[in-house]
């Protein structure tokens, strides 16, 4: 009898491991691009126009400040 309750038990851990496992994948995998910045909302298209505006507005200063020879230290 305890043979076949640690079977059983040992059959049960097995099944309930697997099913977690899939489960942590199917979390992992599902998971979408969205990504809260400072509380907001954020998709990767959003973020990626922000960093190319901001990314064109320094490269401006910089050529204004190129154009008028001023170094920046």
């Known amino acids: 009898m305890k043979d076949e309750v640690?079977?059983?038990l040992k059959m049960l851990?097995?099944?309930?491991?697997?099913i977690l496992i899939v489960y942590v994948f199917t979390l992992f995998f599902?998971?979408?691009d969205d990504i809260y910045l400072g509380g907001y909302n954020k998709d990767?298209?959003?973020i990626h126009h922000q960093m190319?505006?901001?990314d064109?507005?320094?490269k401006t200063i910089q050529m204004?400040?190129?154009s008028l020879n001023t170094k920046v230290y």
């Open 30 to 32: 599902s998971c979408s």
């Open 44 to 46: 990767l298209e959003e």
């Open 64 to 66: 204004n400040l190129d």
């Open 6 to 8: 640690d079977t059983f």
């Open 52 to 54: 190319f505006e901001a």
């Open 56 to 58: 064109s507005l320094i």
């Open 13 to 18: 851990l097995k099944i309930s491991s697997t």
